[in-house]
């Protein structure tokens, strides 16, 4: 499948707030695909989510067994119209980057634990526990889909700094 382009800042369509999935078929499975591919081809992507290829619904790919840091993870996610359900264990500080925002990264606080509920690509309804890194990635993805990003939540604008291998 073809690796789609990211849009990027100040793109407004990153500010929307997308739209639930309802149809469960092979145009969702193609979607699902180019979000991989894309994920994959970017630099260090563990996560994409469909409104950062310039389609608003609520998907997201996550794939945390590409990262660099050591974390236990679920491998390759497919989560269709995904709702964080629980935050657990306080919050932790962590650095995040982003693909729609390449030039910085951030110290960002986020739950150490979550539960989500979502949909696989046949509509079955699911539900992950998770922690850690994972559980960062799948918070920073699904924050996509609400138009939020990264920058919105990081601690003070003192921790927002220029990536330097850019």
């Given at each position: 499948m073809p690796v789609k382009s990211l849009i990027t800042l100040p793109d407004p369509r990153l500010r929307q707030v997308a739209a639930p999935i309802d149809q469960f078929n092979a145009?969702?499975?193609?979607?699902?695909?180019?979000?991989?591919?894309?994920?994959?081809a970017g630099p260090g992507g563990v996560g994409l989510a469909a409104p950062q290829i310039g389609e608003s619904v609520r998907a997201?790919?996550?794939?945390?067994?590409?990262?660099?840091?050591?974390?236990?993870?679920?491998g390759l996610l497919y989560l269709i119209n995904p709702e964080i359900t629980a935050l657990s264990e306080g919050e932790a500080l962590g650095r995040e980057g982003c693909m729609s925002?390449?030039?910085?990264?951030?110290?960002?606080?986020?739950?150490?634990?979550?539960?989500?509920n979502y949909q696989s690509m046949d509509g079955q309804?699911?539900?992950?526990?998770?922690?850690?890194?994972e559980a960062r990635v799948i918070q920073h993805e699904v924050d996509h889909l609400n138009g939020?990003?990264?920058?919105?939540?990081?601690v003070s604008v003192h921790d927002l700094v220029r990536r330097m291998d850019t």
């Amino acid at each position: 499948m073809p690796v789609k382009s990211l849009i990027t800042l100040p793109d407004p369509r990153l500010r929307q707030v997308a739209a639930p999935i309802d149809q469960f078929n092979a145009t969702l499975a193609e979607l699902m695909q180019d979000m991989t591919d894309t994920m994959i081809a970017g630099p260090g992507g563990v996560g994409l989510a469909a409104p950062q290829i310039g389609e608003s619904v609520r998907a997201v790919v996550v794939d945390c067994s590409r990262s660099q840091r050591p974390c236990r993870n679920h491998g390759l996610l497919y989560l269709i119209n995904p709702e964080i359900t629980a935050l657990s264990e306080g919050e932790a500080l962590g650095r995040e980057g982003c693909m729609s925002v390449p030039e910085w990264v951030g110290m960002v606080p986020r739950a150490r634990r979550i539960t989500v509920n979502y949909q696989s690509m046949d509509g079955q309804r699911l539900s992950l526990s998770t922690a850690g890194f994972e559980a960062r990635v799948i918070q920073h993805e699904v924050d996509h889909l609400n138009g939020k990003l990264f920058i919105d939540r990081v601690v003070s604008v003192h921790d927002l700094v220029r990536r330097m291998d850019t």
